[in-house]
């Protein structure tokens, strides 16, 4: 299967301190990737540059088959690439509808000739849609999101994401603090959107949610990638000890 994004060669120095260092990996459409390693290991830095919240110094992001350099955040969005960081960036006194539609909200003609105004009826519609796409119900779509459970809220940050049609989203510690009843919710959400053709690049430090979501799993080490393997090779303690060991085998 061809490569939805192919990382070559990828590194990010911070004057003399190399975060990243020459990074290669693939991801594929309906995919679940896990990306672990201990504090200090690239993650975030990876994730970030994938996301266009900051630029390589070296490599490239071949996306769809394309290279592509990200200036913003709102380049990879518009590309196809969401990512979900573990704040979630939800506006928490408002409506449901408005925070999937944050930044890209509907609009229609208004009384004015040549005015917009927003199509507030359009967005609740679709966001009901978005949420049914992930098996979520939800009384109404106008409650304010501070209301929400963290699962919930979680799913609200993936309809933000499908509502920019992203084919691949990044999630980051999205079960941390969470319980386990909501924390089996939101990898049940990760799979829906797996099921729907969506890759994902799962950042985590909990090994049993990655052992339990991923098809593969990603260690990253000192900037530079150890390895990668198949989830179905790998289990929580062993996962544990190659991030601790700094070994594959």
């Given at each position: ?45 990876l ?23 990200f200036a ?80 919930q ?54 090994m ?42």
């Amino acid at each position: 299967m061809n490569a939805l994004l192919e990382i070559r060669a990828l590194g990010k120095a911070y004057g003399a301190v190399e975060a990243l260092q020459d990074v290669s990996l693939q991801i594929r459409s309906a995919e679940v990737i896990g990306v672990c390693g201990d504090n200090g290991a690239g993650k975030s830095t990876l994730m970030r540059i994938i996301a266009g919240a900051q630029p390589q110094s070296a490599g490239e992001l071949i996306f769809e088959g394309r290279p592509l350099r990200f200036a913003t955040p709102r380049d990879a969005l518009e590309a196809g690439i969401a990512a979900i960081y573990q704040d979630l960036a939800l506006a928490l006194e408002q409506p449901i509808y408005q925070n999937i539609f944050m930044g890209s909200e509907l609009t229609r003609p208004g009384w004015i000739p040549g005015l917009k105004q927003l199509d507030k009826r359009a967005m609740r519609t679709q966001s009901r849609e978005f949420l049914a796409q992930l098996g979520i119900e939800l009384p109404t779509v106008d409650a304010p999101v501070n209301q929400l459970s963290g699962g919930q809220r979680q799913a609200v940050a993936i309809c933000r994401a499908l509502r920019w049609r992203a084919r691949l989203v990044i999630m980051d510690e999205p079960t941390a603090a969470l319980g386990v009843r909501e924390k089996a919710r939101v990898l049940d959400l990760i799979r829906r959107l797996r099921d729907n053709g969506v890759a994902i690049v799962l950042v985590s430090h909990n090994m049993d949610d990655v052992i339990a979501v991923t098809d593969r799993v990603a260690i990253l080490r000192g900037g530079r990638l150890l390895g990668e393997a198949p989830t179905a090779q790998l289990d929580a303690d062993k996962l544990s000890h190659i991030v601790m060991s700094g070994r594959m085998h």
